[in-house]
């Protein structure tokens, strides 16, 4: 898709930044991080309004929705989409575009089954079609940010980021508010529930789809040159495992294959790292603590300072979406001219002190303009730390293992935040709103301190290697 052009210099003028968002591989990860996006909600939220509709029990909903736990659990199967080739694609498309065209194909297939299905008749083979879109849209995921990853090298990660974040979040917009609204259009009566008016939501959502199929055909596969220690340390196993004669040899070539696909991704990290990777996975698993915990709460807090849906959902769910996105945009910017790691201690720093702001927001109680600067602020500031984290787990992996070892790190990361949130609401309890809030603060300092420990002992990985 055209030439990469490598913006490094810090004296570069901000509109010749900006033009770093018009490289053809930047711009292609807006349009794969729209079909990234589609169909969470679609398993999810828009779900589960879907289901409530059609008159199904609300314990039957709540079940249904641990279908969305595959994104939790794509780590398993990552090593299947590093190594494992698929017939025709793979020698056609190549290793990435194959996957995700594969994964693209299997969301639309399941969307226009549950388009065509409707629980109230059938609710178990439903529900095998959002699994199969969940899992597919995970597929999606792993085979999407191996490519981000090598796609470019890593001064341009925070750029191919916050293309992804901006896509991702536009097309969250799509398949909440935009299917509901396609919903609403077909349905004839408000009162009466109409399969009809969610197939024609599904199917829409299902054609949309082709943006990121039409995307994976254009794009070109990214040209990887694995590191000569990667190289002869598989060779090293690999011929160790071929010595066994007394195994058979289907059995020699699985675990051929087995160290490749599933050990070799930890213990390379582990090898590149060393003692630094219990400091980087430290980091990693708090990052995100302060506004994971506090957003988990938030709705709650909201409802109790008296604020209606309407205001909520105008302020937070799209004025609030907007800053998130400026947030991602400005953060790419000023990582190509100050790089990743300062955006990075300064995302963790806006991300923590911004929830004094909430604070400060329980004391005022209904206040809608001071809920709309603590949301434009704290969004802004989540967008440029989202957009931040990101690329620094990017240029953590060794290209040779990128699905796997990605898929890894961002399972990790939300692990410990959630299991805390969900505390929040005793923590309330216990302590009020503003000293909650407080602690949600003090919460992100240690992950400052994290920051600058890794500032200063975790070395380059040196794999950001690309033709």
């Known amino acids: 898709m055209g030439k990469l052009v490598i913006i490094t210099s810090k004296s570069t003028g901000w509109l010749e930044t900006l033009s ?19 169909p969470l909600l679609l398993v999810f939220g828009t779900l589960s309004f879907w289901l409530r509709e059609a008159g199904v029990e609300r314990s039957t909903i709540g079940f249904l929705s641990w279908v969305a736990l595959a994104y939790g659990f794509k780590w398993a199967w990552a090593p299947l989409v590093d190594r494992l080739p698929l017939p025709w694609l793979t020698r056609r498309l190549g290793r990435r575009r194959s996957w995700m065209l594969f994964a693209q194909l299997l969301v639309i297939t399941g969307l226009v089954g549950m388009a065509l299905s409707d629980p109230v008749q059938g609710i178990v083979r439903f529900t095998m079609l959002a699994l199969l879109v969940a899992f597919a849209s995970a597929t999606q995921d792993i085979a999407i940010d191996a490519y981000r990853i090598e796609a ?22 799509m398949s909440g508010a935009g299917a509901l609204a396609i919903a609403a259009y077909f349905d ?64 020699r070539v699985f675990g051929e294959w087995f160290y490749d696909a599933v050990i070799s991704p930890f213990a390379d990290f582990i090898g590149r790292y060393r003692w630094q990777a219990l400091l980087i996975l430290a980091l990693i698993a708090t990052y995100r603590i302060s506004d994971v915990v506090l957003g988990v709460i938030s709705n709650v ?59 400060l927001l329980s004391t005022l109680g209904h206040d809608v303009l001071m809920l709309t600067v603590v949301i434009s602020i704290d969004n802004l500031s989540a967008g440029l730390a989202t957009s931040a984290f990101v ?48 602690i949600t603060t003090l919460m992100g300092v240690p992950v400052l301190v994290l920051i600058l420990l890794a500032m200063r002992y975790v070395p380059s990985s040196g794999y950001r290697k690309h033709a």
Do not use: C
């Open 152 to 173: 470019v090298e890593e001064v341009l990660q925070g750029a191919m980021a916050s293309s992804y974040m901006v896509g991702y979040r536009l097309a969250m917009i």
């Open 301 to 359: 807090f909201y409802v109790d300072l008296g604020f209606s849906k309407a205001e909520v959902a105008a302020i937070t769910k799209v004025y609030g979406v907007i800053m998130t996105l400026l947030g991602a945009g400005l953060g790419g910017l000023l990582m190509v001219r100050l790089g990743v790691m300062r955006i990075l201690f300064a995302g963790g720093l806006l991300a923590a002190a911004t929830n004094l702001l909430f604070a």
């Open 188 to 251: 004839p009566s408000e009162a009466v529930y109409a399969q009809s008016a969610w197939m024609a939501a599904y199917l829409s959502m299902a054609g949309f789809m082709l943006v990121g199929v039409v995307t994976v055909l254009v794009i070109r596969e990214p040209d990887i040159h694995v590191d000569r220690g990667t190289r002869e340390r598989e060779a090293r196993v690999d011929g160790l495992i071929e010595q066994q004669r007394w195994l058979p040899t289907p059995l």
């Open 391 to 438: 690329a620094y787990l990017s240029s953590l992996t060794n290209v040779s293992y990128s699905a796997t070892q990605y898929a890894l790190f961002s399972s990790v990361m939300l692990l410990l935040p959630k299991f805390l949130g969900g505390f929040s609401g005793v923590m309330v309890d216990g302590v009020g709103y503003p000293m909650f809030f407080l």
């Open 20 to 38: 770093v968002y018009w490289q053809p591989r930047v711009r292609s990860m807006f349009f794969l991080g729209f079909s990234a996006g589609l």
